[in-house]
């Protein structure tokens, strides 16, 4: 069956240091999307970043980026330059066949 | 552009009772996935409607069920509620019948059964 972990419940950086949240996962599917949601507090969870497996590029978005190992089935997501407004809950989800979110990881950023 | 919407906001209901919950997607929207977030377990996915069809279901007991509108809104329902239903429920919706695209979600309905 397919799953999602993310290991490290909390995570704390300093502001304008860079920070890299870990999503392992484990699947036999070969065609799947891998996504990082982030849910600020009371907030509504917004999508951080998207990789399609088929992709080998590693997917950017500003100050996100993921470093994608497909074989180590695994998917980081690194913020850099770290602001006050990434404080925030990180989810990794997996969409194949059905949808797999892991328990999160709470981002604390330090001023 | 109105984001998904889903009412009510929060929801308190006894033991055995039945609990419905509603979601409006994202205008074009024509996907409407529905998950359970519990304290400490992320979210688990419940649901997934498209075109008005149930296209995927997650490891939940039928007592989970829900239909799609023709103006592509949802209902979920839970009926037989018991005490381990206390959740957020997530709504989210998406564009197209890939499952892949990227998913827009509501604030949540906060149901706690006493």
């Known amino acids: 069956a397919q799953t999602v972990t993310q290991s490290q419940p909390e995570m704390s950086v300093q502001e304008a240091e860079t920070v890299t949240l870990s999503c392992t996962y484990d699947?036999?599917?070969?065609?799947?999307?891998l996504f990082w949601y982030k849910q600020p507090p009371s907030r509504q969870m917004i999508l951080v970043i998207r990789?399609?497996?088929?992709?080998?590029q590693n997917a950017t978005e500003n100050r996100f980026s993921v470093n994608f190992q497909k074989a180590a089935k695994s998917f980081s997501l690194k913020i850099s330059d770290s602001q006050l407004g990434d404080a925030a809950m990180y989810f990794c989800?997996?969409?194949?066949?059905?949808?797999?979110f892991g328990t999160g990881t709470s981002l604390t950023v330090i001023p | 552009e109105a984001g998904v919407t889903q009412s009510p906001t929060h929801l308190i209901k006894t033991r055995g009772q039945q609990a419905t919950l509603r979601c409006s997607p994202i205008?074009?929207?024509?996907?409407v996935y529905w998950y359970q977030q519990a304290l400490g377990l992320g979210l688990q996915f419940l649901l997934w409607?498209?075109?008005?069809?149930?296209?995927n279901r997650g490891n939940f007991p039928p007592r989970f069920s829900g239909r799609q509108f023709p103006n592509y809104s949802s209902e979920l329902n839970v009926n037989a509620l018991e005490l381990e239903d206390s959740a957020l429920y997530l709504c989210?919706?998406?564009?197209?019948?890939?499952?892949?695209?990227?998913?827009?979600f509501g604030d949540g309905t906060r149901l706690s059964i006493l």
């Open positions: 989210a919706s998406s564009s197209g019948t890939n499952a892949n695209q990227p998913q827009h």
């Open positions: 699947t036999s599917e070969s065609d799947y999307y």
């Open positions: 990789q399609e497996a088929y992709k080998q």
């Open positions: 989800a997996y969409t194949g066949n059905q949808f797999y």
């Open positions: 205008s074009g929207h024509t996907s």
């Open positions: 409607y498209d075109e008005g069809e149930e296209r």
